[in-house]
């Protein structure tokens, strides 16, 4: 975005001494191309603040530049009183502090501490370092620069690579306020997703036909295979490229009632820190035995974001399924197989099944650095079948077990 007062003028001196703003290309283009923006500002003000149009694309843990510049179109001044302020938008009309600078004076606030720092790359350079990003930072973020009564702003868009999934929880579909499924998503290590997010995973192929909250508090689903029982073959109620035509479309119910209306929730996670793994113990077992055996590896039952994030950026490919931690059984699948269930790659899901009666292995999730307490491929489990009576697990037949 740039943030210009005028018409071009004699500012583009500057702008053809600065040159040109290099960046990483959005989502969806080819990985490793780089993006020509030319900068363009006004000669009216006394400060022009340039920002990059689009957005800059990260992941979780990774380090981004949020780049702003600006300059004075008179000589006189310097850059010794400049006030430089990021601030994210959080909502049409609020925004949340993220980083001041006053000359040698900064702060970063809140979760930002730490993480946050100016570029400092020359003179007229406001652009932000964000280190070890988080899900919580996606998002939009104004640059303002302030010399005395002269101020201009600039606004960047920090996008991040991961994926978007459907949730509900064990009660069924349809069960979710607004509030709760922010808590849903959180809970499974994700947030709720975008309606940018949701497009993109529509145009990557996603087909869900039923409707969940955004972030923005509307209620959407895509339809990749347009059919009557998913909003018809076009028409009415689509958004986005293809809504309305028989090439599938995302449904749009509008701003729903956030606390008086529910729904399923469509959640976004990023990048994996970690590892996840499928455990398959000497016998199954029931969903409370899931943590017990994940711990005997030094790890933690996987959460249902977790399995999304390795199947689709780790390429874990596993046709068994196993437990997760919100007592749902899943498998991720990367090559479509006729015994895998269907043609399509995806997480398949088999509900939530009773909690002491089926059997599966579980899908782990150990974080960076966490050594395997177990290496060789112990576990835990019931030895030479014992512990099981009448259907019964009996505790003290509980004993490390080869895996």
């Avoid at 820190?273 to 711990?295: I, M, N, Q, W, Y």
């Amino acid at each position: 975005m740039v943030c210009a007062r005028a018409a071009l003028g004699p500012g583009a001196l500057w702008a053809a001494a600065w040159g040109v703003l290099l960046l990483t290309a959005p989502a969806g283009a080819q990985r490793g191309r780089k993006k020509v923006v030319h900068v363009l500002e006004g000669e009216s003000g006394s400060v022009v603040v340039q920002t990059a149009p689009g957005q800059v694309v990260s992941h979780r843990g990774g380090t981004i530049v949020l780049p702003c510049r600006y300059h004075y179109e008179a000589a006189a001044h310097d850059h010794d009183g400049v006030r430089l302020k990021w601030t994210k938008v959080v909502d049409p009309l609020a925004f949340a502090d993220v980083f001041v600078a006053l000359g040698p004076q900064h702060r970063a606030f809140g979760s930002y501490r730490g993480r946050a720092e100016l570029q400092g790359d020359g003179p007229g350079d406001a652009s932000l370092v964000l280190r070890n990003v988080t899900l919580q930072d996606y998002g939009r973020y104004e640059c303002e620069v302030t010399n005395e009564l002269e101020d201009d702003t600039g606004m960047v868009k920090l996008d991040l690579e991961g994926v978007v999934f459907p949730y509900h929880p064990r009660g069924g579909r349809y069960k979710l306020t607004f509030t709760e499924a922010q808590r849903a998503c959180a809970e499974q290590d994700g947030i709720l997703a975008s309606a940018e997010q949701l497009h993109a995973a529509w145009r990557d192929g996603l087909d869900w036909c039923n409707a969940g909250w955004l972030r923005d508090g509307s209620v959407q689903y895509p339809v990749s295979q347009p059919r009557e029982p998913c909003g018809g073959l076009g028409g009415a109620g689509s958004a986005g490229t293809g809504g309305g035509t028989a090439s599938g479309g995302v449904r749009n119910y509008g701003f729903r009632h956030n606390a008086g209306e529910r729904y399923d929730a469509f959640c976004f996670t990023s990048n994996l820190p970690g590892r996840v793994f499928f455990l398959k113990p000497l016998r199954p077992v029931p969903f409370s035995g899931a943590a017990r055996a994940c711990a005997a590896r030094g790890a933690a039952v996987a959460k249902v974001g977790q399995l999304f994030a390795a199947w689709k950026l780790q390429l874990l490919d596993r046709c068994t399924a196993g437990w997760l931690a919100d007592g749902s059984a899943r498998y991720p699948i990367v090559n479509p197989r006729a015994r895998c269930g269907g043609r399509r790659p995806g997480v398949r899901s088999l509900g939530f099944p009773d909690a002491t009666r089926r059997l599966f292995g579980v899908y782990c999730y150990r974080a960076p650095g966490a050594p395997d307490p177990a290496p060789g491929g112990w576990g835990w489990g019931w030895a030479g079948g014992g512990g099981w009576a009448g259907g019964a697990r009996d505790p003290a037949a509980w004993a490390p077990l080869r895996v």
